[in-house]
Nanobody
Framework: QVQLVESGGGLVQAGGSLRLSCAAS????????MGWFRQAPGKEREFVSGIRWIGWDTRYADSVMGRFTIFRDNAKNTVYLQMSSLKPEDTAVYYCAADLRAGGLEVNAGRYAYWGQGTQVTVSS
């Protein structure tokens, strides 16, 4: 079992920055990949970014490439999403998720077995 707790969401003006955190507990050593997803009202949950728990492979959605950075601190069992140059269309509930199976950095939400409760990010124009 893995428990995930996100923090760091809030209200920011367009062009601003936020850093989201996702702390893992339970059996974090069993994690293969950590991902960030988001869901806006009336839209499907979409992949934002992913990172391997061991190693340095990362993956980004085209919509956030060059603006968002994912990184982790294994000593703290925490993954971060640094978001810069935020746009109103980035407004959504952001979720972190853990994939325990070996394989690639998947964009399919169904691949991820454990999810956090979500944190709201609102970008005003």
């Amino acid at each position: 079992q893995v428990q995930l707790v996100e923090s760091g969401g809030g209200l920011v003006q367009a062009g601003g920055s936020l850093r989201l955190s996702c702390a893992a507990s339970g059996r974090p050593f069993s994690i293969s990949v950590m991902g960030w997803f988001r869901q806006a009202p009336g839209k499907e949950r979409e992949f934002v970014s992913g990172i391997r728990w061991i190693g340095w492979d990362t993956r980004y959605a085209d919509s956030v490439m060059g603006r968002f950075t994912i990184f982790r601190d294994n000593a703290k069992n925490t993954v971060y999403l640094q978001m810069s140059s935020l746009k109103p269309e980035d407004t959504a509930v952001y979720y972190c998720a853990a994939d325990l199976r070996a394989g690639g950095l998947e964009v399919n939400a169904g691949r991820y077995a454990y999810w956090g409760q979500g944190t709201q990010v609102t970008v005003s124009s």
